[in-house]
Structure formats: C-alpha cells, structure tokens
C-alpha cells in the first residue's frame, strides 16, 4: 500500500492499492477526441443527460467487479476534478470450491474496509446502492463486472483417425475454451463397458465426434456409424446428470442419420451438428465448430447460480460479460483509439494465455475487422488459447504483442517501447466500465493503468 497512512489489512492472501492521485503517464498516449471513443465502444449518450462533458450520463462511484479462474479483482473508481480516476484496487485468490458470487461479496466487503467506507449492504444482498447519508456513507451508483463463471469446456474426442479428424479438432479446441480430458479413436476391439466407464470417470462437459470426409464412399459413412453406435450405447449405459453434451463435426452426409439415432436412443442427450471439421485432406473449418464450444461455454456459465446473483448486482445497460469477451472488446477499441493496423493482444492469466489477433484494412480506422488469417475463428477476430510461455507455431505469422494484461511473455516478445502492459489485470473489468461510460475508461487507462 502507499504511504497514505492506513495499516495493512491483515488477510496476507490479499493484495490492496489505495492510489493517490499524482498524475503521471508511463508513456505518452496519443490524444483522442472524446466522440471517438464512444464510437469504437459503441455506446451513446444517455438520452437528456445533464452530466458534465466528460462522462456523458455516468457520475458518482463506479464499481467494477472481475474473475478469471485463478483470481478476483474489484476496483472502485471516483470522480476527481471532472475526471474519473481509479481510487484503490484489491486482487485475492479464487477458492474453486467457494461460490464466486460469495467470495466477491467478500473481497468488496474487505475493500470497503481498508478505505473505511462502506461498499456492500450490512445484509449482503448486495452494493450498497442507496444511502440516507450520501455524504458520510456515500452509495454506489454503478456496478460493472467482467467474470469467468466456470472452468474451461472440458472436451472428450472421438474419431476415426487420430492424425486425421482429430488432429484437425485438436486445432479447433485452440481457439476455445476447451481442454482435452480424453479421446478415443474408433478401432476394431472398441468396448463399449471401457468407454462408459472413462466417460463416467472424466465427466467431460462435451462429446465431440469427428471424422469421414466429404467423398462418396459408403465405407466412411459406415465407418462413422460403428463410431456413433459405440458412443450411444455408453452413454445409454450412464444416468442423464452424467449425459454432456453431443457436438458433430464430421461427415455431412451422415449428420442426418446421426442425430436421429441420437434422438431416438437417447431423446434427453442435447446434441448439435456442425460443419466437417475435416472435410477434406488438408482443409481444415474451423468457425462452425469453435462457435459452437464457445456457445455451450456461455450456456452452461448462465446456467449457474452465480450468474444470476451477479447479474442482479449490475446497473443497466451493462450486461455481464465474461473475462475473455471484455478483454477482446476492449483489444478492438484500444486498437481503433491508437489507429493501429494490426494488433496483437494477450490476456496472461497463471492458467492460460489467450492470444488475440485484429488486423485492418489499411487506413480504414473504425471500419470492420477482417480475418487475420486464411484460417480464422470468425469474420472479425482471430484467438489461440496456449499454455503460459508455450511456442505455438500458428502464432509464427503474428506480430509481437503490443497490448498485454497480466505476466508480459518476455521470454518469447520482448516488451517492444510503443506497447501498452496492464500489470494488475484490470483491464476486463475496465472494458466493463466503458458499457456504460468509454470516456471513464479511457480516463482511467491513459493515467491509472498504462
């Protein structure tokens, strides 16, 4: 903590930063009119605001809450001189097995503490939003968060060759996130009493079933058949609350017949078909199957408890996002307000690294994103989740990175001079604020972050 006179809190897990307001950059940023960065964020003046020019509609204390699946963060921003500037910050570890939403209530709680004002309602239902007393117990008047609710996907293969179908899925499986908790390749002594069990033991949160290419060869269909049948009859053999979820991406072909065996052996299994993942050699779809894992992620992180709570806690218009989401929005802005080209981000966190890539038409400032390669997640933004530190040879083609939150990855990029690194992480929850107010965000970031 800085010398501001306010003792250490006492839970040693738990880092907190009080931040005076000695205003000074750690590099220069280049001007940017305020009209611009709403329009990169996409967000307009509240209709009949009478706040003053900066904050278009927002003003009193902000807020902001985050999570990723090793660590929470919540930050509180006050308006100081018409500007808005971070007021003090607190990170602790996240307990797997505590509810998210409980240990947030926690740390905000501990927040409040250390600045000796209070943050959350004495019954903790939640921010303290109203206040009798706003001048010696001022309320919030903005909440914002930017949290992973859940785990990674965790993902079972199953095709037809391992250095066919499955190499090619394994790719897609980068760009989500996904891991792998086991796979099986369809050989001649496949026992269906072993694939149940493993399935009962990994408890994976997706079945993703792969294989054939898009020729006109009854072998192959048959082939995906006896892989289907296999996978059927184990998970026939499981209760319904160990049933994942079913994804296709193999033979199209087949995809009709496939689900149907599906729906009529096991109606209460969800299943989903998508492109071949692999429909010919050396022609890898990757944007049909990575939507869908990113879609089944976003459906089971709102299905939990957590969800809901968090969500009550949030001020319209600012729906709750997820860690990744945030920092991808904020890659998009950031590279606009700095007309940049070609950008590439990194969100660090001690699990795993997501590498963002956006690319520009040249001179096209604020026009749409365009693939970064001819392999791209979708139309408007290329990702690569690796380990920490590991050498991926798809990133080979990318350009070092410029924006980072968390570790900067010296051992692979040194930090290059016109680069900008987020050290505490705050930089989701920030791309949080900037729903609600971009010229708050960017306040913050050009004095309080970079």
């Not at 611009?36 to 307009?44: D, E, L, P």
């Not at 179908?165 to 989500?176: P, V």
């Not at 269906?192 to 493993?198: D, K, L, Y």
């Not at 680069?419 to 900037?434: E, H, I, N, Q």
């Amino acid at each position: 903590m800085n010398g501001g006179g306010k003792p250490q809190n006492s839970h040693s897990s738990e880092e907190f930063v009080e931040h005076s307001h000695h205003f000074r950059f750690s590099m220069a940023i280049r001007a940017t009119p305020t009209q611009s960065i709403r329009a990169a964020a996409n967000v307009r003046p509240a209709p009949g605001s009478t706040a003053g020019p900066l904050t278009h509609g927002v003003a009193g204390s902000i807020l902001a809450l985050g999570a990723d699946t090793n660590r929470l963060c919540a930050c509180l921003l006050e308006p100081v001189n018409q500007r808005y500037r971070l007021l003090a910050h607190r990170r602790t570890p996240r307990d797997p097995e505590r509810p998210l939403a409980a240990q947030l209530t926690t740390m905000v709680s501990h927040l409040g503490d250390a600045l000796g004002r209070t943050l959350w309602m004495p019954d903790g239902r939640g921010p303290l939003m109203e206040s009798r007393d706003p001048v010696g117990r001022p309320a919030i008047e903005h909440v914002v968060g930017a949290v992973t609710l859940r785990p990674w996907l965790s993902v079972w293969l199953a095709g037809l060759s391992a250095q066919g179908s499955l190499a090619a899925t394994e790719q897609a499986l980068a760009h989500a996130p996904a891991q792998i908790v086991g796979q099986t390749v369809l050989l001649a002594d496949a026992n269906v009493s072993e694939i149940a069990v493993e399935l009962a033991a990994a408890a994976p949160d997706v079945l993703l079933l792969c294989g054939g290419y898009e020729v006109d060869e009854p072998i192959i269909q048959a082939s995906m058949m006896r892989l289907i049948e296999l996978f059927v009859s184990a998970l026939d053999r499981l209760a319904p609350a160990q049933h994942p979820t079913v994804l296709y991406a193999g033979n199209q072909a087949a995809a009709a017949t496939v689900e149907q065996l599906w729906r009529t052996r096991i109606p209460t299994v969800r299943f989903q078909a998508v492109d071949n993942v692999l429909p010919r050699p050396g022609r890898v779809h990757l944007a049909a199957l990575v939507d869908a894992l990113n879609g089944e992620h976003q459906r089971l992180s709102q299905r939990t408890p957590d969800f809901y709570k968090i969500s009550n806690w949030l001020t319209g218009p600012s729906p709750l996002l997820s860690t990744e989401s945030a920092f991808v929005r904020f890659a998009r802005v950031w590279m606009t307000l700095q007309r940049m080209d070609d950008l590439h981000a990194v969100l660090a966190t001690p699990e795993r690294w997501m590498h963002v890539r956006l690319q520009q038409a040249t001179g096209a400032h604020g026009a749409a994103v365009r693939p970064a390669t001819p392999i791209a997640v979708n139309e408007e933004i290329e990702l690569y989740f690796a380990r920490p530190g590991q050498q991926v040879a798809a990133l080979a083609g990318w350009p070092a990175p410029r924006l980072v939150s968390g570790a900067w990855p010296d051992a692979r990029w040194p930090r290059p001079q016109n680069s900008w690194w987020d050290r505490t992480g705050m930089v989701p929850m920030l791309a949080a604020v900037g729903q609600i107010s971009p010229d708050a965000m960017q306040q913050i970031i050009e004095v309080d972050v970079f």
